[in-house]
């Protein structure tokens, strides 16, 4: 059955192909956009976590709705459909921020298994971010709130040691943590808790973004940020490719990787969103069944990725 599959799908037009991942997806948007709009109408007072929770997804479906416009084509002169084209380079880098933020958000709301820790989580993300508008020049009707974002950086970082206390945790991994919290480095990281078999934390790992494959698909999945990254970037290489693109058949093929890439990457999304933020399953699961299986079989085929690229490396 699965080979009669491949045959009518190897068969297939690409343009059809195409059409029905963007329709995949287009479905997929529909449903994110429910449950958001449904889920804030009814949770109108949450924390500043949850919040934050919710505005992540709306980013993704934002930049899901980008994708799918600039999929169609843009005209490279207005009001002239002939110099219509599909610029995929725009494109690979919403994907990119798509595919940093799903790791963001796995790392700080779907891997802890306490409150505690998935606060220390937030936190380390806020500090990061609160920093970056500590460097550089600042205007000086700026300079008040830079002092405030000062003290709020010192604050959070307070919290973080006194979060730390309350952990069943080694002092070396506890001074790991604290230590991420005072780093410099202005770059956004996940990161992990890694327990021993009686649940206590021996080791705080920092996962870079060029890492995140390993986490999110398995140790032996092709670096596919660095992929995402070779595309976008003003190099060499990318000013290469770009113009390579412009061949009808390789630009179908690049496009269909890319959609192919966000249906799958929206079912880690949905699932994440619903089985993270108190209230979104209850809304999920009033959907029609279409629509909860479609998300349901992106995500397993999603996980799927992980367990083989796992298999695969247990078996070499």
């Known amino acids: 059955m699965e080979n009669d599959i491949e045959k009518i799908i190897a068969n297939m037009p690409k343009d059809v192909i195409l059409n029905i991942m963007r329709n995949n997806v287009e479905k997929n948007c529909e449903t994110m956009f429910k449950l958001s709009y449904n889920w804030r109408k009814q949770h109108k007072a949450t924390n500043e976590k949850i919040d934050f929770a919710y505005y992540m997804f709306q980013q993704h479906l934002a930049n899901m709705r980008a994708i799918l416009e600039l999929s169609n084509g843009i005209e490279i002169y207005s009001n002239h459909p002939e110099t219509k084209v599909i610029e995929p ?8 921020s798509v595919y940093e933020r799903m790791f963001i958000f796995h790392c700080i709301y779907v891997l802890p298994e306490t409150e505690i820790e998935q606060d220390i989580l937030l936190y380390l993300w806020i500090i990061k971010g609160l920093k970056n508008r500590q460097v550089g020049y600042v205007p000086q009707e700026f300079q008040e709130k830079k002092e405030r974002e000062r003290d709020e950086i010192n604050k959070i970082i307070d919290k973080i040691k006194d979060y730390s206390n309350r952990l069943n945790i080694i002092q070396e991994a506890k001074d790991k943590i604290i230590g991420y919290a005072k780093n410099k480095s202005l770059t956004p990281k996940g990161y992990k808790y ?39 970037h003003p190099s060499y290489l990318g000013t290469l490719q770009f113009s390579q693109l412009f061949d009808k058949e390789v630009n179908k093929d690049f496009m269909r990787t890319l959609i192919v890439s966000i249906a799958l990457f929206q079912g880690k999304i949905i699932s994440d969103f619903v089985n993270s933020v108190e209230g979104v399953k209850e809304i999920f699961e009033t959907l029609p069944k279409e629509e909860q299986e479609n998300c349901r079989m992106n995500n397993q085929i999603f996980q799927s990725l992980k367990e083989s690229n796992e298999v695969e490396q247990e078996d070499s």
């Open 89 to 96: 380079t725009t494109i690979i880098s919403i994907v990119r």
């Open 194 to 232: 890694i327990k021993n078999a009686n649940h206590v934390i021996i080791d705080f790992e920092e996962i870079s973004l060029s890492k995140a494959s390993e986490e999110l698909m398995g140790t032996t999945f092709p670096p596919i940020y660095n992929y995402f990254s070779m595309h976008s």
